[in-house]
């Protein structure tokens, strides 16, 4: 799925504009009228960020960012705002919205809050998998070379982790060996650095 920016604003002067703002740009750019439109479309794979007007007829913004919250959206959001609706903007910040800009805005530095949207939502992602396949890897395990991982991980030497679990010394040695194989890992150290991201 490529990554772009989601622009949902029911002015439509506004829409061509911000628009051709961000193609100029390089920014790839999808334009939705309405809040209900945006929301047919959205699923959860959807990569990039999404531009969103504060007021609009029916759903408003802050609306479609409770709901979409609800659903589990990653999507960064940067809110469009006119002048009396900071207090509202600053409200969905408090709830995780990435930033607001109030209209009428500098274009290179609206562009610019988008570009580092992108770039957040691309690591957002990035982390995710480079997660899930940690845990696919930890799964392979068995119990007891999990709970040798456990062990080596704080820090403990084959002599305690022999004891602890009340095995031979040479058993923990081959545990660790498989179990450094199956992670793809050399050291201790490597399978922390490994683990850290998804502790």
Partial sequence: MNARAYLV????????????LLESRGVACQ??????DFLAAW?????????????M???SGPE???????????????????HGDVPMAVSALKKGAFDFVEKPCNDNELVNR?????????????AASGAD??????????????QVMELILAGKLNKVIADEL??????????????????????AVELAQLLAGKR
Avoid at 64 to 82: A, Q
Avoid at 114 to 126: C, G, P, Q, T
């Fill in 43 to 55: 699923e959860p794979s959807l990569a990039g960020c999404l531009l969103l007007d504060i007021r």
């Fill in 57 to 59: 007829d029916d759903m």
């Fill in 64 to 82: 479609l960012f409770d709901i979409l919250c609800e659903r589990g959206s990653r999507l960064p959001v940067i809110f469009l705002t006119g």
């Fill in 133 to 146: 396949s940690v845990n696919a890897l930890v799964s392979r395990l068995t119990t007891r070379e999990q």
């Fill in 114 to 126: 988008v570009i580092e949207a992108l770039k957040l939502d691309e690591n957002r992602r990035a």
């Fill in 31 to 36: 334009s939705y009228p309405s809040a209900e």
């Fill in 9 to 20: 604003d029911d002015d439509e002067a506004i829409r061509d504009s911000l628009g051709w």
């Fill in 166 to 187: 009340q095995i031979s010394m040479r058993t923990v040695e081959v545990h660790r060996a498989n179990l450094f194989e199956k992670m793809g890992v050399r050291t």
